[in-house]
């Protein structure tokens, strides 16, 4: 049997369970939803009142995505899924300034949206991938839809030589958006 496990993750807001949503019928996969599995109680959290997040453990989130793994394609959708064991780890990454319209969309609060920009600009998510040594790909969503995301995405998993061309460390938002690191780019906070 054939066990394959995808971790689907990024900066919030990213747009990774749109894109999710899209592969699950694509690759008929198995989705394993790391907010699911909180809100079930499946993974145990801390809830940050100043930050307003959810603060859980890697090994939690190991070992609850293990017990949801089932034959065949299983995707990891969510911003600390890299920290699951899976195959290969990939990386949605977005431009910030298109990022917080997304985020806006979202309707998040102007401290969540800078927060998550300087991560998105300081390559968090990514660092973060790095140390857990996966196979690791890095997509730039800025200018394509979900769904033209999505079919990338199934398109570079089937081959191995276009995964060389989606490496991680190749995007660098430092150059254009550093001055939103000290000057919050959202109002409000
Ligand atoms: N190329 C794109 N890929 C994905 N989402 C996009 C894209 N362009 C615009 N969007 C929009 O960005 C928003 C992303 O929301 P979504 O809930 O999918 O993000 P997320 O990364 O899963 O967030 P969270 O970390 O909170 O779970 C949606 O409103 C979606 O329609
Ligand atoms: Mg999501």
Not at 127 to 139: A, D, F, P, T, V
Not at 147 to 171: D, E, M
């Amino acid at each position: 049997m054939i066990m394959k496990v995808i971790a689907i993750t990024g900066t919030p807001g990213v747009g990774k369970t749109s894109v999710v949503k899209i592969l699950k019928k694509e690759m008929n996969a198995n989705i394993i939803s790391l907010t699911s599995l909180v809100k079930e109680k499946k993974i145990k959290s801390d809830w940050d009142k100043v930050r307003m997040i959810n603060i859980v453990d890697a090994k939690d989130i190991r070992t609850a995505v293990r017990k949801e793994i089932k034959n065949g394609i299983n995707i990891v959708d969510g911003h600390l899924s890299h920290l699951a064991k899976a195959n290969i780890v990939v990386i949605l990454r977005c431009r910030p300034d298109v990022l917080i319209k997304r985020m806006k969309k979202k309707k998040w609060k102007a401290e969540k949206i800078n927060e998550n920009i300087q991560a998105e600009i300081l390559d968090v998510i990514s660092i973060e991938s790095l140390q857990q040594k996966r196979k690791i790909i890095e997509i730039d969503t800025t200018k394509s839809s979900a769904k033209k995301t999505a079919l990338l995405i199934k398109r570079v998993l089937n081959s191995s030589a276009l995964q060389r061309k989606y490496p991680v460390g190749k995007i660098d938002w430092t150059r254009k958006f550093s001055h939103y690191l000290i000057n919050y780019p959202v109002k409000g906070c």
